[in-house]
Antibody, heavy 116, light 109 residues
Framework: QVQLVESGGGLVKPGESLRLSCAAS????????MTWIRQAPGKGLERVSY????????YYADSVKGRFTVSRDNATNSLYLQMNNLRAEDTAVYYC?????????WGQGTLVTVSS | EIMMTQSPATLSVSPGERATLSCRASQSVGTNLAWYQQKPGQAPRLLIY???TRASAFPARFSGSGSGTEFTLTISSLLSEDVAVYYC???????????FGQGTRLEIK
């Protein structure tokens, strides 16, 4: 069955960096766009970034453009989100999800807390 | 950017009664509309896509309708397990434009 497992979250200070990973299994990873979606505590959902199956097409929300970098390794069925210059407003649960427009499959999420 | 507005913010419904949740788009999105159910501590679950196609994991008491700017999620007979926050989400064909509503919290009365 389809499984998406995020890791890499934690507590960091403003200005620091963090790299999130998403391990995918149960489907042909290299055939699918993948998306990162976040949810601030007690708040709604925000699409952060997506990447095409080949990695050639990438999208970033304006709120993270220039600070976050999405990438993937189709050989290891892995999705990544490199987050630099983190801000307090980046505090959220980060989910990886399969697809790019709406998402049937989601991971369980990993919490990123940015606080001094 | 297309704005999605959900109403009400909180809805209290008695068990067995009908729950009607609304989602309005600031401009027409056709039927490019999805609904998600999110329970506390869990990831969202896709409930409806294409405005009215129900995901297979959900029973027939859940239905979606609407097109253009007005959409409705209906739960025909509420069960306690349906308590959750429900989000609508618009998407376009190439997903460059995609926004979520702010959510409706559904409670048992």
């Amino acid at each position: 069955q389809v499984q998406l497992v995020e890791s890499g979250g934690g507590l960091v200070k403003p200005g620091e960096s963090l790299r999130l990973s998403c391990a995918a299994s149960g489907f042909p990873f290299s055939d699918y766009y993948m998306t990162w979606i976040r949810q601030a505590p007690g708040k709604g959902l925000e699409r952060v970034s997506y990447i095409s199956s080949s990695g050639r097409t990438i999208y970033y929300a304006d709120s993270v453009k220039g600070r976050f970098t999405v990438s993937r390794d189709n050989a290891t069925n892995s999705l990544y989100l490199q987050m630099n210059n983190l801000r307090a407003e980046d505090t959220a649960v980060y989910y990886c999800a399969r697809g790019y427009d709406f998402w049937l499959y989601w991971g369980q999420g990993t919490l990123v807390t940015v606080s001094s | 950017e297309i704005m999605m507005t959900q109403s009400p913010a909180t809805l209290s419904v008695s068990p067995g009664e009908r729950a009607t949740l609304s989602c309005r788009a600031s401009q027409s999105v056709g039927t490019n509309l999805a609904w998600y159910q999110q329970k506390p501590g869990q990831a969202p679950r896709l409930l409806i896509y294409g405005a009215s196609t129900r995901a297979s994991a959900f029973p027939a008491r859940f239905s979606g309708s609407g097109s253009g700017t007005e959409f409705t999620l209906t739960i025909s007979s509420l069960l306690s397990e349906d308590v959750a926050v429900y989000y609508c989400q618009h998407y376009n064909n190439w997903a460059r434009s995609l926004t979520f509503g702010q959510g409706t919290r559904l409670e048992i009365k």
